[in-house]
């Protein structure tokens, strides 16, 4: 499966902000062997991409520690407001854990260790739920 079966016009950026460099290269390889082009953002850099109008992404991927570190004393949810699908990877899924979640507005929560094709199908799963496309719209 690539990019060209989830109903993507155009190879779409997924945002990636994960913490653990080994991991966030793997996900890059994973991903762009499905078609996607990828973009790493970390916690100073992802709120002022996701507002970039030339540099959106169809998803953002983001892990645990990433996340804590955006939402560390901050009221305000970072995410809601961009219109960008937000998949959260976590080490253990827990009520509080999917409470923060959904009131920062994540889309999605998956729990590692990622198996073939986990995160592949959420992405497909979300971009298909929310129908966002990113810049290029959905195919034809």
């Known amino acids: 499966m690539d990019a060209g079966d989830i109903g993507v016009a155009q190879a779409e950026t997924i945002l990636i902000a994960v913490a653990d460099g080994v991991l966030a290269d793997s996900l890059r390889f994973s991903l762009e062997l499905e078609g996607f082009e990828t973009r790493f953002c970390d916690e100073h850099s992802l709120l002022a991409t996701l507002r970039a109008p030339?540099?959106?992404?169809?998803?953002?991927?983001?892990?645990?520690?990433?996340?804590?570190?955006?939402?560390?004393?901050?009221?305000?949810?970072?995410?809601?407001?961009?219109?960008?699908?937000?998949?959260?990877m976590v080490s253990l899924t827990t009520k509080q854990v999917l409470a923060r979640a959904a009131a920062a507005g994540v889309t999605q929560v998956v729990e590692k260790p990622l198996l073939e094709g986990d995160l592949f199908d959420v992405i497909k799963q979300v971009i298909d739920k929310t129908g966002y496309y990113g810049r290029a719209g959905p195919s034809s």
Not at 65 to 77: E, I, Q, S
């Open 54 to 88: 030339c540099v959106g992404g169809a998803c953002l991927v983001l892990d645990q520690d990433v996340f804590a570190r955006m939402l560390d004393g901050k009221n305000t949810p970072p995410f809601a407001d961009h219109g960008v699908p937000v998949i959260l």
